[in-house]
């Protein structure tokens, strides 16, 4: 087994994380049709600020692109290394997630404000990866892009 993942408190760990994030898979997004929602405007956020996201909607299973680019349903089936996956789904909804994450096996995961689960958090943790919970990617990115 290799070494255990960290959980990403500081502002030093957090600017040192978002430094080399250059894909990000955005589990729970919505579609452009919920626009005002964090889960579609963090991911608009992302884009723009020149990261590739890769859409991974838990709905709207008729939905084949959100922002332009391929849906794709399980973070298993997504080609290609991510850098980080950014969490949209209530803390009582992550545990299903797990072995998906688990089998795609990011350097880290982004569980968004008012996210934390303690279980979840430490089974990646235990796996090797870095693990950001109860905080927004786009606040944090912002802050880092311009301090």
Request: glycine residues 6%; charged residues 25%.
């Amino acid at each position: 087994m290799g070494a255990r993942g960290r959980l990403i408190e500081s502002e030093t760990d957090l600017r040192a994380l978002l430094a080399r994030v250059r894909r990000v898979a955005v589990l729970g997004i919505k579609t452009e049709s919920q626009r005002g929602q964090p889960a579609i405007e963090v991911p608009r956020y992302l884009e723009r600020a020149g990261l590739d996201v890769v859409p991974v909607p838990v709905y709207y299973p008729e939905v084949e692109t959100i922002l332009g680019r391929p849906v794709y349903r399980s973070l298993a089936e997504i080609p290609g290394d991510i850098d980080l996956v950014d969490v949209f789904r209530r803390s009582k909804d992550l545990m299903p997630h797990l072995a998906d994450v688990l089998a795609k096996r990011p350097p880290a995961v982004w569980l968004q404000s008012g996210i934390r689960h303690a279980a979840f958090a430490e089974a990646l943790l235990e796996a090797g990866i870095d693990v950001v919970q109860d905080r927004c990617l786009m606040v944090d990115h912002r802050h880092f892009a311009t301090a």
